[in-house]
């Protein structure tokens, strides 16, 4: 069974950094596209960082230049790396892994969540 777990969350004051991990289990790395996503109290999940399987990433306006996404297929991780953190980036950032190939079963897991806080 496919299993993705993230780690690295936690209370961190205004301007501060953190680094998310994700490992993934059962799965063939290299071929899948990965993404961050966060989901704040009362919102909806929304895209924070993608990274497909040949390593071109994209972000939304709302972290670009602050958050950076990297992978390491040697190491069945995806990495989110966060700087300059703003109050507004508080929420449960989930960590997502896509296979999606025409004439291929579409394969989509998601870890479990980690928590990040941004307050002074």
């Known amino acids: 069974q496919a299993q993705l777990v993230e780690s690295g969350g936690g209370l961190v004051q205004p301007g501060g950094s953190l680094r998310l991990s994700c490992v993934a289990s059962d799965i063939v790395f290299r071929v899948y596209d990965l993404a961050w996503y966060r989901q704040a109290p009362g919102k909806q999940r929304e895209l924070v960082a993608g990274?497909?399987?040949?390593?071109?990433?994209n972000y939304p306006d709302s972290v670009k230049g602050r958050f950076t996404i990297s992978r390491d297929n040697g190491k069945y991780t995806v990495y989110l790396q966060l700087n300059s953190l703003k109050p507004e980036d508080t929420g449960v950032y989930y960590c997502?892994?896509?296979?999606?190939?025409?004439?291929?079963?579409?394969?989509?897991?998601w870890g479990q969540g980690t928590q990040v806080t941004v307050s002074s």
């Open positions: 997502n892994a896509d296979f999606s190939v025409p004439s291929h079963e579409h394969h989509n897991y």
């Open positions: 990274i497909t399987a040949s390593g071109t990433t």
